[in-house]
T-cell receptor, first 114, second 111 residues
Framework: EPEVTQTPSHQVTQMGQEVILRCVPI?????FYWYRQILGQKVEFLVS????????KSEIFDDQFSVERPDGSNFTLKIRSTKLEDSAMYFC????????????FGDGTRLSIL | QKEVEQNSGPLSVPEGAIASLNCTYS??????FFWYRQYSGKSPELIMS????GDKEDGRFTAQLNKASQYVSLLIRDSQPSDSATYLC???????????FGTGTLLAVQP
């Protein structure tokens, strides 16, 4: 069964550094999402992406964050000038076109900011 | 602020029993409702989706939706220890179908 792939599985970075989290969505999916989950808290929506542009973003997704689809397969989340509070699990998800379609999640990247 | 509410648990049931998980949501225009299972340290895994009022069954799982009461539930029949996990209720909100998650209910199935 096709799946969403995320790399790396764990990223440790010094505060203030930039990180790039990578995702390969399921091949026929056209909607892409990033979510994060701080330890012990709920899964929170960050951003949705369709047709090579951001379609919606949350309050969390400020100027520190950016997303890109640099080629036909990868979908990346860049976090600039990382802060301690950016430490969390980051999940990529994708879905096929059409409303009400379920989103399928990758295994996530655990980001630890020191 | 659109909210999804769940009892955090833990909900403890004996093996073989029925586990009942509940969720309420605040946005009346929500159209899609999902149950995800999340094992500790892992990603959410889609269990069930439901879009219209009533029941939807898939194996040991039954999802129930009542839009008038803004209530969705998940029943797990013949609960197994492997069902022990956090169950996340998620509702779509906004034009892009972003998911709004509840905090999840921790289910513990006792052998």
């Amino acid at each position: 069964e096709p799946e969403v792939t995320q790399t790396p599985s764990h990223q440790v970075t010094q505060m203030g550094q930039e990180v790039i989290l990578r995702c390969v969505p399921i091949s026929n999916h056209l909607y892409f999402y990033w979510y994060r989950q701080i330890l012990g808290q709920k899964v929170e929506f960050l951003v949705s992406f369709y047709n090579n542009e951001i379609s919606e973003k949350s309050e969390i997704f400020d100027d520190q964050f950016s997303v890109e689809r640099p080629d036909g397969s990868n979908f990346t989340l860049k976090i600039r000038s990382t802060k301690l509070e950016d430490s969390a699990m980051y999940f990529c998800a994708s879905s096929v076109p059409g409303s009400n379609q379920p989103q399928h999640f990758g295994d996530g990247t655990r980001l630890s900011i020191l | 602020q659109k909210e999804v509410e769940q009892n955090s648990g833990p909900l403890s049931v004996p093996e073989g029993a029925i586990a009942s998980l509940n969720c309420t949501y605040s946005d009346r225009v929500s159209q899609s409702f999902f149950w995800y299972r999340q094992y500790s340290g892992k990603s959410p895994e889609l269990i069930m989706s439901i879009y219209s009022n009533g029941d939807k069954e898939d194996g040991r799982f039954t999802a129930q939706l009542n839009k008038a009461s803004q209530y969705v539930s998940l029943l797990i029949r013949d609960s197994q220890p492997s069902d022990s996990a956090t169950y996340l209720c998620a509702v779509t909100g906004g034009a892009t179908n972003k998911l709004i998650f509840g905090t999840g209910t921790l289910l513990a199935v006792q052998p």
